[in-house]
């Protein structure tokens, strides 16, 4: 039997490099600032720039859908030493609404978002990970169960799940290992925006957001913790697995 490294260096992730897209993404790039990581975040949006100065990452405007522009992101992430580790938040969550009224274009545009360009990211960041690492996907507790009105979003999680699994299997030889997390709400600008017509016809948004066995809101940190669990040592032997975070809604 092999002797245990040390606790610290099992938690330690100074000098590693990561690729971040998106969203909950804030919150994954402060933690991984805060272990020491290069952290790269990769967002369509902008205003990402100035949280990115803020955090002590850097920012590269970015498309997820748009391969060149990942793969750009990528190379800024990896340096010339490679990447260690991607975390893949950006992502779209428009209500469907009935699935009978649905178009096939908005279908096709969550599934080009949430998978396709999962998938692509997924791609670009194995192909710079010369030396193993860890690639986390941000599925939802939306992949696990369905729910009326979200079918379109219930099915591009649900595929991320699926890839996360296969990809898992596919590059475990390579020493990179790839996990889902599957957040319940997340307190965030996305999640407000969803339940701002809530608001307006008078129900209690924050107790929905707050929903759960635990009684208290999801937040971005929350998340970012599930990441740096996964991204470490820690989870040394995990791969091809959902960490569902919660508060318990689903328990
Ligand atoms: N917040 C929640 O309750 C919740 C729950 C389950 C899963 N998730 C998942 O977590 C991830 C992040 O969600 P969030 O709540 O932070 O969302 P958000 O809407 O607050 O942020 C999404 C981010 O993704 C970026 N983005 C969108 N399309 C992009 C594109 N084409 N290229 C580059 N960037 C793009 C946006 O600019 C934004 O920064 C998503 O994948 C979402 O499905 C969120």
Known sequence: MDTAPALDSVFSLAGRRALVTGGIGAAVVARLVEAGVAVTLADLDTDGA???????????????????????????????????????????FPTTGPMQ?????FVARMLEVNVRAVFSAAREAANRMPNGGSIVNMAS?????????????????????????????????????VNAIAPGVIDTPGVQAQLEPLRASGIDIDKRIAAN????????????????????????????????????ATA
């Open 141 to 177: 507790i939306a992949a696990l169960g369905g729910g009326a009105g979200i079918s379109a979003y219930s099915a591009s999680k649900a595929a991320v799940v699926s890839m996360t699994r296969a990809h898992a299997i596919e590059l475990g030889p390579q020493g990179i290992r």
């Open 213 to 248: 066995p635990l009684g208290m809101a999801g937040q971005p940190d929350h998340i970012a913790r599930g990441v740096m669990f996964l991204v470490s040592d820690l989870a040394a032997f995990v791969t091809g697995q959902v960490l569902v975070i919660d508060g318990g």
């Open 101 to 105: 009224s649905a178009s096939d274009d």
């Open 50 to 92: 100035a949280t990115a100065d803020r955090l002590g990452a850097t920012f590269v405007a970015c498309d997820v859908t748009d391969a060149a522009q990942l793969g750009a992101a990528a190379d800024t992430a990896a340096g010339d030493s490679g990447l260690d580790i991607c975390v893949n938040n950006a992502g779209i």
